[in-house]
């Protein structure tokens, strides 16, 4: 008979190994859940490799995404930085400089507009010294004929005598004065000379100026013209950031696709970490059923040791 | 059902004894000293109803150490035996065990085993749940204080005394209440382990009481302290049993209970425990409408952190206000399969 048969003798009866097929059945039955409980583990752990073999192939696909989306925005870089705000600055400045231009213009027709207002009153000015001129020609040609009847009245008061000294003395006055105006006329005359020089000069410098003036104004039509080439060509930028933004529009839907490819490989881990949690959770649930198979295999030999009477 | 208590802080059995009324079962908890005198005078006194006792102290609402209190139940149906040689081979008397079992017409709702234990708990509560998980039976119950149990009258060094207790007229449950939670989320495997000794050696291989000392910065003689504060933890799947620390050993640690090879652990740390004493009171009231009584048992080591912390008035007024409320304080607990430590483990019954 077996060790857990029915042994009979006179001594002992049945029930004496009754413990010990008790301890056995419940060794068996530990057996049995460990083994399931090791079943339900190597499923676990199939899940868990099934889930990085996934999270490999995301991994590639990632990659490749990552690659590619790399060299669109590098370009997208490259373009962007060079023509987005600058083209704003050049536009903005274009626009000052236009505005400033045009301050600059209306500054210049309103001093073209004085120096020609100013070329008149000395046109005038000029005018008004030749009639000057011609008057102190008139004064001298007085003076002179002044100084002959101061003569003519000198020789007639020696004429006249004792009786004509007076006249004399007023006739040599009339002549001094008549030598002093014809000083004042020279030198008025001397004046008249340098406002005449000084005019044509200060004439001159006015055509200079208006000459310079009109330069100017065909600078500043030269320049505005430059800078309506300048906000054509800016505009011609439009095309450039048009295309620009199409790379960007592309490298933001890259972007997309590897956002949803993190959060696939996102559920993918915690599948795996789930099912770590799981392993984890009945590995230490079968330290419970080994102590149990240590506890009860351990009373084997003190049972027979007691039912054999040792 | 009915439990009533009965305590003589002055150890004074006779001053209680004529107070039992009606009785199905009676428990009994005194000191050592007068263990064997008053278990004779306990039986002689009711020789016909089953009765089990224990060595440790006794609480009601109140402690006083050195006392006796008796523990009586009525309306239920009990069966009270022993298993021999619990060191060894609890299985031996396993038969009278499962005959008793079927004595009350045991049922997983209504019925409950509670156990006085001197010998080697966790082999003893293997080969009780080898018949009790058979039908859902719960259990719960202690470690002696000093060795020895009784059963009937009789007196037994290791041994476990049980008692088989169907509730004839509500519903049992056991609850376990741990103050202690994981400190974080590390995992340490235990090897070189001894069974025997209650021993481990070496945690992620390496040797388990320089990582002790290393984790919490102490020396050796601190080691036996700290485990107030910083018990080990077993995990079991969604549960965690404590593992008082005892001492030092060579280059690993001695246990209050045992640890096998490829135990997972992981390092606990000191809840909030008015919080959580709260907490167990609360979800106790959630699952019985009416209480007739709770029977706890409380670690030493729970007893003395409580006393220091001035809440064990608090503690014992709180449970007691569930009902009819006492157990003892005992070396070691048991909760269905599980022999923990620096525990509570109680029945409640409806």
């Known amino acids: 008979m077996g060790l857990f048969g029915n042994k009979k003798n006179e001594n002992n009866n049945v029930t004496?190994?009754?413990?010990?097929?008790?301890?056995?059945?419940?060794?068996?039955?530990?057996?049995?859940?460990?083994?399931?409980?090791?079943?339900?583990?190597?499923?676990?752990l199939r899940g868990i490799q099934d889930s990085f073999d996934a999270v490999l192939l995301r991994d590639e696909e990632l990659k490749q995404k990552m690659d590619h989306f790399a060299e669109v925005f590098g370009s997208v870089g490259n373009s962007a930085s060079q023509f987005d705000n600058v083209k704003s600055a050049i536009s903005s400045s274009v626009s000052d400089a236009q505005a400033h231009m045009e301050l600059l213009r209306q500054s210049s027709e309103a001093v073209k507009a004085d120096f020609a207002e100013m070329s008149g009153i000395f046109t005038d000015l000029v005018a008004s010294v030749k009639i000057i001129a011609e008057y102190t020609k008139n004064i001298t040609s007085i003076a002179d004929q002044t100084n002959i009847l101061a003569i003519n009245a000198s020789i007639e008061a020696a004429r006249a005598g004792d009786s004509g000294k007076g006249f004399a003395v007023v006739a040599t006055e009339v002549k001094k004065l008549a030598e002093e105006i014809k000083e004042m006329v020279t030198q008025v005359d001397a004046s008249i000379e340098n406002v005449n020089t000084y005019t044509a000069k200060f004439n001159e410098s006015i055509v200079k100026t208006t000459e310079a003036l009109d330069k100017n104004m065909t600078d500043l039509d030269t320049a505005n013209r430059t800078f309506d080439s300048i906000n054509e060509a800016a505009g011609g930028a439009d095309t450039v950031q048009m295309q620009i933004a199409e790379a960007a529009g592309d490298a933001s839907a890259e972007l997309a696709e590897v956002s949803s490819a993190f959060e696939r490989i996102g559920e993918q881990y915690r599948t795996v970490s789930d099912h770590i949690e799981k392993a984890s959770a009945l590995g230490t649930t079968k330290s419970v059923l080994f102590e149990n198979i240590d506890n009860m295999a351990d009373q084997i030999e003190p049972l027979v040791k007691l039912q054999s009477g040792n | 059902m009915k439990q009533s208590y009965y305590k003589s802080d002055s150890g004074d059995l006779g001053s209680i004894l004529g107070q039992i009324g009606k009785a199905d079962l009676i428990l009994m908890i005194t000191v050592n000293d007068r263990f064997e005198m008053q278990v004779k005078q306990l039986h002689d006194r009711?020789?016909?109803?089953?009765?089990i006792a224990t060595t440790g102290h006794f609480y009601g609402n109140s402690l006083r150490e050195g006392g006796v209190g008796i523990v009586a139940m009525s309306g239920v149906k009990a069966a009270a035996g022993v298993l021999r040689s619990v060191?060894?081979?609890?299985?031996?008397?396993?038969?009278?065990?499962?005959?008793?079992?079927?004595?009350?017409?045991?049922?997983?709702?209504?019925?409950?085993?509670?156990?006085f234990c001197s010998g080697n708990d966790a082999m003893t509560l293997a080969a009780m749940n080898a018949v009790l998980s058979r039908s859902g039976i719960s259990l719960m119950g202690g470690t002696a204080f000093d060795g020895k149990v009784a059963v009937n009258g009789k007196v037994y060094e290791d041994a476990c005394a049980y008692a088989i207790v169907r509730n004839e007229s509500g519903k049992v449950k056991v609850y376990?209440?741990?103050?202690?939670?994981?400190?974080?989320?590390?995992?340490?495997?235990?090897s070189g382990t001894d069974r025997s000794r209650y021993f481990i050696g070496a945690l992620n291989g390496k040797p388990a009481k320089s990582v002790y000392m290393n984790e919490f910065g102490i020396p050796e003689r601190d080691i036996s302290k700290q485990t107030f504060s910083n018990p080990f933890g077993k995990i079991t799947g969604d549960e965690i049993c404590i593992i008082s620390l005892k001492e030092p050993s060579g280059n690993g640690l001695c246990c209050y209970r045992q640890v096998n090879d490829s135990d997972v652990l992981t390092l606990l740390e000191i809840g909030d425990h008015r919080e959580i004493a709260a907490e167990t009171v609360a979800k106790i009231r959630?699952?019985?409408?009416?209480?007739?009584?709770?029977?706890?048992?409380?670690?030493?080591?729970r007893y003395l952190y409580f006393k220091e912390h001035n809440f064990l008035g608090e503690y014992l007024q709180s449970m007691s206000k569930l009902g009819s409320f006492c157990g003892f304080v005992g070396n070691g607990e048991h909760y269905n399969d599980q022999f923990i430590n620096q525990t509570m483990s109680c029945v409640v019954f409806g």
Do not use: H, W
Not at chain 1, 18 to 31: D, G, H, Q, R, V
């Open chain 1, 16 to 44: 004496d190994q009754y413990p010990l097929i008790c301890i056995a059945n419940s060794i068996k039955e530990s057996k049995k859940v460990l083994a399931q409980k090791e079943v339900s583990s190597l499923e676990e």
């Open chain 2, 286 to 301: 959630n699952d019985f409408k009416n209480i007739s009584g709770v029977f706890a048992v409380n670690c030493a080591f």
């Open chain 2, 87 to 115: 060191s060894t081979m609890p299985m031996r008397d396993i038969k009278e065990f499962e005959s008793n079992v079927r004595a009350v017409n045991a049922n997983s709702n209504n019925t409950v085993c509670i156990d």
């Open chain 2, 46 to 51: 009711y020789p016909d109803i089953p009765c």
């Open chain 2, 176 to 190: 376990k209440e741990n103050l202690y939670r994981p400190m974080d989320s590390r995992r340490f495997i235990a």
